[in-house]
């Protein structure tokens, strides 16, 4: 299959980490980087299109332009990999069998070390327009996945153990869509997450929990998200936390979040009203303008409608606005639908 460039955790998010200056980089070093992070996409055309399950195959190909496999480990004064097909100077990337395991003190001493604006807080506002346009999809996707992944001790447990016995059976090809239900994983992909990222981020999860080196690999890309994303990460935990809430503390969320979402669905419809309005002749606004109360005053009676009989009021007073929410999405639909004609 395709790896797609920078959309593995790994190629992406620890590229980035390797990709920062050392304390003491000299002039041509930063220069450098400075030129990789304004044109990573040269870089990106460089790589040839690779057909593996691999994350490696990113994190190796975009890194050369800066810092390559052994200098990396020669900067560390550790190997990057424990266990699996890789030697210590060269990385075989098309092994169907076996993957690399991580060593666990060698991410730890990226994150430590290489962690962007930790080290050099002037590459600071330079790292951040990398992070936005080639980071920050991949970093949320992983991080949300471990989230539900690791949630789920069971089903974690038994996808580890097929992906296992895959690999010392039949092993993986370019033929072998492995995982492809992970494309729907946690119902990511119905939340407009890419499918294609959120399966990478399983079977990379998959095989850092096998190489025992999840926790560590969290913590870099926690300590990069706290820098560079804080905002998705507070409303990640505020969500969670309504999730494990009591009823109430849920119901409490749920009426935050309905009414945001409420309020943005009725600018969105005085909007679009208020179009519409003006492409009206006199008689055709005063037409309008009578169906656009009526239709009020039926949204707020028919949400009353729907939701009368249950017994919590507080659910009650939630599903009204979620109610209300919802057919006004759909009368702006209507009355987009009629710009349309005009």
Not at 184 to 201: C, N
Not at 241 to 261: D, G, H, M, N, W
């Amino acid at each position: 299959m395709k790896t797609n460039k920078l959309a593995t955790l790994t190629g992406a998010v620890f590229l980035s980490l390797s990709l920062t200056p050392a304390v003491n980089a000299s002039d041509k070093d930063i220069a450098a980087l400075t030129h990789f992070w304004q044109n990573p996409q040269k870089t990106e055309q460089e790589c040839l299109e690779y057909y593996y399950y691999s994350d490696v195959i990113t994190f190796y190909c975009m890194a050369q332009a800066y810092l390559d496999y052994q200098t990396l480990q020669t900067l560390s004064g550790l190997p990057v990999f424990l266990q699996g097909p890789h030697t210590k100077t060269q990385l075989e990337l098309n092994n169907q069998y076996s993957f690399g395991h991580y060593n666990k003190d060698f991410v730890i001493w990226l994150k430590e070390n290489l962690l962007p604006a930790s080290q050099a807080p002037g590459f600071t506002e330079l790292f951040k327009f990398f992070y936005n346009n080639y980071v920050k999809q991949t970093a949320r996707t992983h991080y949300v996945v471990h989230e539900h992944l690791l949630s789920n001790s069971d089903y974690l447990k038994q996808e580890q153990q097929a992906y296992v016995r895959i690999l010392k059976t039949q092993g993986f090809s370019e033929e072998f869509d492995y995982g492809a239900e992970y494309y729907h994983f946690a119902g990511l992909y119905e939340e407009d997450y890419d499918g294609s990222i959120v399966k990478q981020a399983v079977l990379f999860w998959i095989r850092r929990v096998t190489d025992g080196t999840e926790a560590v690999f969290f913590e870099g890309l926690n300590a990069l998200l706290e820098v560079y994303d804080p905002a998705f990460l507070q409303a990640w935990r505020k969500q969670s936390e309504c999730q494990s809430a009591s009823t109430a503390k849920q119901l409490s969320c749920q009426r935050i979040a309905y009414t945001k979402e409420m309020a943005i669905a009725e600018e969105e419809l005085e909007r679009v009203y208020r179009k519409l309005y003006a492409k009206r002749d006199t008689e055709g606004q005063a037409k309008l303008k009578k169906a656009q109360a009526l239709w009020i005053e039926f949204r707020n009676a028919n949400a009353v409608f729907l939701v009368n009989g249950l017994k919590n009021e507080q659910q009650e007073a939630v599903s009204q606005i979620k109610e209300k929410a919802n057919m006004t999405q759909e009368r702006i639909k209507v009355l987009e639908a009629e710009l349309e004609t005009k």
